[in-house]
């Protein structure tokens, strides 16, 4: 308390210097508010200027309204554009049946139903029996039928493409019995006769290799193979033109495997279809496709015959792809050499690669320097 008590201050001292740091501040604001007045002068004459400018020259300021109408006009036009895009590509999403395919339809099934019931008449003063009934009957539904597919909805449209899946395990239900799983197809078509429902089973069954016995089964009861063919007589039933079959026989032993891919050869043949053949082994690409189209990265790279693809493979991912099919000759299979793909082979920074056709029915991803490298490599063949 005694070494506070000696502490003093000097309050003249104390005032002096704030009353210097005040000066000082005054000083600067006084240079701040001449500083603002300036660049309010400045402001003042330049806008002077403009104003003076502008009743000189009316001109330079008037408004171009013309070059506004044009912009206008030119953004109404691409809106109405975007819009009738969208108009048309909803319509074709919904797959809608436009007028006159619809008055063609109708009249086709008007002139059926004419001919059904002339025909069912004369069966009947002809006192036909209730077979030769049931069959005129079946003939015209069938008719029906061929004649509605041209309706663009989407059972029709999905009808027409069907899906064999690679795990012919979870791709069928358990619940359910084959004859349910095969006709659930049929049923969705808006078949409704369970007897044509039972038969058509019953036959495609048979198609592909096994027997009505099976129909009252659940998949579990089956083996791998077996299961396979209930997912193909599952696509067969709504008789389509084009199947895709994803990988189907990589989850199949390889005895089966065979026995699959000649069931697909047959019914590919026999019933005039198109098969998409999704698969990672090019020997047995080979053996089932007329085409094939190689794949990397979810691009096609190279697509030609089986026998050209085979005999002038130009893609280095397909080279890699063929040098590892094993061979079955032990010498052979001694002085195989991989080949192994890097995509750091091509040089894409100057131009992107797009697919060509670098001979009738051979195409291949290629820019212009890569298109004379595979050129000279297939006339040097």
């Known amino acids: 308390m005694a070494e506070l008590n000696e502490i003093t201050f000097d309050n003249d001292k104390i005032n002096l210097e704030l009353s210097k740091l005040n000066e000082t501040f005054k000083e600067d604001v006084l240079k701040i508010d001449e500083q ?87 069966a009947n003063e002809a006192g036909a029996d209730k077979v030769a009934l049931k069959q005129l009957k079946a003939n015209y539904q069938a008719e029906v039928a061929e004649i509605n597919k041209a309706k663009p909805n989407y059972i029709n449209y999905l009808s027409s493409m069907q899906m064999i899946f690679q795990d012919p395990i979870s791709s069928l239900n358990p619940r359910m019995v084959v004859s349910e799983i095969i006709s659930e197809g049929l049923k969705i078509q808006g078949v409704k006769d ?92 080979k053996y089932f496709s007329d085409r094939i189209a190689v794949m990397y990265s979810g691009k096609i790279v190279e697509l030609a015959s089986s026998e050209e693809l085979f005999l002038n493979p130009l893609h280095p991912y397909t080279k890699s792809l063929l040098s590892a099919i094993p061979n079955p000759d032990p010498e052979g299979e001694k002085t195989r050499k991989r080949i192994l793909y890097s995509p750091s082979v091509h040089d894409y920074s100057k131009q992107k690669p797009t697919l060509r056709e670098i001979k009738p029915g051979h195409f291949i991803s290629a820019n212009d320097e890569e298109l004379e490298i595979y050129k000279k490599e297939l006339g040097g063949k």
């Open 36 to 122: 603002i007045k300036e660049l309010n002068d400045v402001l003042k004459s330049n806008i002077k200027k403009v104003k003076e400018e502008a009743l000189s020259n009316p001109d330079k300021f008037k408004v171009n309204t013309n070059a506004i109408k044009k912009i206008k006009a030119e953004t109404k036009e691409k809106v109405l554009a975007e819009k009738s895009l969208v108009k048309e590509a909803k319509l074709q999403n919904k797959l809608k049946e436009s007028a006159e395919n619809k008055a063609k339809r109708l009249a086709l099934l008007n002139d059926a139903k004419t001919k059904y019931k002339e025909l069912l008449a004369n």
């Open 194 to 285: 369970k007897k044509l429902i039972e038969e058509k089973v019953f036959e495609i069954l048979n198609l592909v290799g096994l027997n009505k016995d099976h129909s009252t089964r659940y998949p579990h009861e089956f083996s791998g193979g077996q299961r396979q063919r209930i997912g193909i007589a599952r696509a067969l039933i709504a008789n389509p033109d084009f199947i895709i079959a994803d990988e189907p026989i990589s989850a199949l032993d390889v005895s089966i495997q065979a026995q699959v891919i000649n069931l697909l050869n047959e019914l590919k043949e026999k019933l005039d279809l198109t098969i998409l053949f999704i698969a990672h082994d090019l020997s047995v690409v």
